[in-house]
């Protein structure tokens, strides 16, 4: 059982032990509240799976069916522009195809080629809708009523989806029948081609007459632009080239270049003739020929003439050698040496006449080229401006040619379009089976279950939060700030039939009080009142009485304790029984114990230990009588027992319970005994512990585990305050042990350390 001194630690300056508590983990409270309200989890999990059961079995089966397909996201190759492939313009053009393809152009097609407005499954809905006043009546009875209907109905079942990175869509429709499924899922890709044929075909037979009409006027305009070039180019007088340039342009194009090039020559001319005449005017007659001049040396007469002065000196100086120089043949050779050089000179000043005459030449040419560039700048000027009027009605020509051959080739491709309209959008996977897809059974189980479970833990969350009711001793020392002195498991004779009742729900405890089978309710209440103190000395409710005894004695250390009431908040939370227990253990201690019944409304004591129609307490305070006539032994308890009546109830219990005479009773009660335990009515119902409080000098408040909550304590010590003053402690009456371990774990195991 509890070891004080584990449980308790050092008395406080007002002489009352302080209980050192342990919080208990968050999984092992869960785990309790699981396992203590398992009953309504179950119900709530068990009303779920019910209610989905009979959802499933009443549910009409749905089948679905899906169609791949691919989509033709170009536009026509008549009025397409220059696109670049923007994604995201190829996204948006994809979105818009899956909403061409829910679209009523291509349900309505479907529904005619199916008869779906015949079929009562796609015109319920519609009845349904006049039902709830959204039709009229003329739209009901008219096949275009029906037809609508059924296209909503149709649009419905269809779920159209991006297969994603792709062109590619699936088209599912759900149904009722499986066949029904398929063939609509088929129609609807069959009924998007065709209306993407038709739409290509009339915006193709569109095009082409747009084409028609532009052609015809950009055609004139064409023409226009021609004539007025052509009649600009006469009337001024304006000659073009066959690459578009004017002719004065050309000419003058074609001058400059001459022009650079007779200035080339002439400059060339000017350096041949300074040359030769620099290299005639320092040489002299009887000099040896030189030529440096390139047409001197290309000169056949010069060369010719040279080698043979080369030729002659060599004789000469190998005669002048060998013969001396005043040999004839010496002198005759020098002669004729003199005689070549004469004629290279000649020649050379020939040549050099020559470069004369050319230099003249190109000078003449250029300041002719100069002269006919100079003219035709000066007439030039005047037909810079006409150029460019010219330029902007060429350009308006081109630019009018260009949109007409554009125009034309665009009409030669809507021709052709138009007589075979094609698109890229075909079915890669048609529908061949349908699957079931509503109500899965499995899926809505499941779903029910987890709904089941949440809600079972709502409920149960939702009724702890309320009631709070108090289940370990960390909560009285936590949530209160008193303490656990002593805890009592529930009696195992009223074990199984307690929580039977105690875990129904007041609706199911009336319905259960007003059943036939009500006498599982009254064996509780007929069951004797449970005797802590008969059970074995080492039992967990043997030690729980001693550890009050302890507690009451380390009490009187300090303070006066030999008047002990037991209290509850509530009937029926084991007051009684405790204080009957206690009395019983104090007066086996061979202490002088008095057991008052102060129960004056229900004395259970009373008719417990069979001391009814007897004179007690009232006959007592009232004078009627002496305490040595009326205390009545306990037989085998050993305690001295004071009744209650039980046959008159006093009008005014409050008053007599607070009245000078109660007082002197209490007296007079010290004088005999050294314990004096009271049984009190509860403290909420009633007000007779307060107006008796100050007669006692400790209280022990006794809870009933897992149904006294902790508002209901806190609200008993606002309303009796001394109560709270006097407090020895908060005994916990009818504990389950299988669940206290659940939630305290290890720390339980004190209960039951000597059981």
């Known amino acids: ?254 001058l400059t270049e001459s022009l650079a090039k007779s200035r080339a020559e002439t400059t060339l001319a000017q350096s041949r003739l300074a040359d030769i005449t620099g290299i005639l005017s320092t040489q002299a007659s009887d000099d040896a020929p030189e030529g440096t001049v390139t047409d001197a040396l290309n000169n056949a007469v010069i060369t010719k003439l040279r080698q043979q002065y080369l030729d002659d000196e060599r004789l000469a100086n190998e005669f002048s050698t060998r013969y001396g120089v005043n040999h004839q043949t010496v002198v005759k050779l020098k002669a004729k040496l003199a005689d070549i050089k004469r004629e290279i000179r000649d020649e050379e000043e020939r040549i050099a006449e020559t470069y004369k005459s050319d230099l003249k030449i190109a000078q003449s040419r250029e300041q002719a080229i100069e002269k006919r560039l100079s003219e035709l700048f000066q007439s030039g000027r005047r037909d810079r401006q006409s150029q460019v009027k010219l330029r902007e009605l060429e350009t308006a020509e081109n630019t009018y040619r260009s949109v007409y051959e554009d125009f034309l080739n665009r009409y030669t491709q809507a021709v052709q379009q138009q007589s075979f309209p094609s698109i890229e959008a075909r079915v890669i996977t048609p529908a061949f089976a349908a699957k079931k897809t509503s109500p899965g059974t499995g899926m809505v189980l499941l779903i029910a279950a987890a709904a089941g479970l949440n809600l079972g833990a709502g409920i149960v969350f939702l009724r702890e939060q309320l009631s709070r009711p108090i289940y370990t001793r960390d909560q009285l020392a936590r949530q209160l700030g008193v303490n656990c002195i002593a805890v009592f498991p529930l009696p195992t004779q009223q074990r199984s039939t307690y929580k039977l009742t105690s875990l129904l729900p007041p609706p199911l405890k009336r319905l259960a009080a007003s059943h036939p089978q009500k006498k599982v309710l009254e064996q509780v209440a007929d069951l004797p009142m449970p005797l802590y103190a008969d059970e074995d000395p080492y039992s967990a409710n043997s030690e729980s ?164 909550s902790v508002d209901d304590l806190d609200r008993a010590f606002h309303t009796a305050p001394l109560v709270h003053e006097r407090l020895l402690g908060v005994i916990l009456n009818k504990v389950d042990e299988e669940e206290a371990r659940l939630i305290e774990g290890p720390a339980y195991a004190a209960y039951g350390y000597y059981a």
Not at 583 to 608: E, G, I, M, W
């Open 1 to 254: 059982m509890l070891d004080p001194e584990t449980v308790l630690t050092r008395p406080t300056q007002d002489g009352l032990w302080k209980y050192n508590s342990t919080p208990a983990a968050p999984y092992r409270y869960i785990l309790f509240l699981t396992w203590h309200r398992r009953y309504t989890i179950l119900v709530s999990l068990g009303t779920m799976l019910f209610s989905a059961l009979c959802y499933v079995i009443l549910t009409s089966a749905h089948y679905t069916a899906t169609t791949t397909m691919v989509l033709d996201t170009s536009q026509s190759p008549i009025v397409q522009a220059d696109n670049k492939g923007d994604p995201k313009l190829n996204d948006n053009t994809l979105q818009s195809q899956v909403e061409t393809i829910k679209s009523d152009n291509v349900v309505s097609a479907v529904v005619k080629e199916l008869k779906l407005a015949d079929d009562p499954e796609f015109t319920k809905t519609f009845s349904l809708l006049w039902l709830l006043g959204s039709g009229s009546d003329a739209s009901a009875d008219s096949a275009e009523g029906s037809l609508h209907a059924a296209a909503e109905a149709v649009k419905t079942g269809l779920k159209v989806e991006l297969i994603p990175k792709s062109n590619a869509v699936d088209i599912s429709f759900t149904s009722k029948d499986r066949k029904k499924a398929v063939a609509i899922a088929n129609a609807i890709a069959r009924a998007y081609i065709e209306d993407q044929l038709q739409a290509r075909f009339e915006l193709t037979k569109r095009a082409r007459l747009w084409l028609q009409q532009g052609i015809a006027e950009l055609k004139d305009a064409a023409s226009t632009a021609f004539k007025s070039v052509q009649d600009f180019k006469s009337q001024n007088n304006l000659l073009v080239s066959g690459d578009g340039k004017l002719a004065k342009d050309v000419e003058i194009q074609q």
């Open 545 to 708: 009485l001693r550890n009050i005894e302890v507690t009451i004695n380390l009490r009187s250390a300090t303070l006066k304790t030999r008047s002990v009431a037991v209290v509850s908040c509530l009937a029926g939370e084991g007051k009684s029984s405790i204080a009957l227990s206690l009395a019983t253990t104090l007066a086996r201690a061979s202490h002088q114990v008095a057991l008052v019944d102060f129960d004056f409304r229900n004395p259970s004591l009373t008719r417990f230990l069979g001391f009814q129609d007897q004179p007690g307490v009232l006959e007592l305070v009232s004078g009627q009588a002496k305490l040595a006539d009326l205390k009545a032994g306990g037989g085998r308890y050993g305690f001295d027992f004071l009744c209650a009546p039980t046959t008159v109830r006093p009008a005014r219990i409050a008053c007599l319970l607070q009245s000078e005479a109660m007082s002197n009773f209490f007296s007079s009660l010290e004088h005999y005994y050294e314990y004096i335990i009271a049984d009190l009515p509860p403290i909420l119902p009633v007000i007779d512990v307060r107006a008796c409080a100050h007669l006692f000098d400790a209280f022990a408040f006794v809870a009933e585990w897992g149904k006294t």
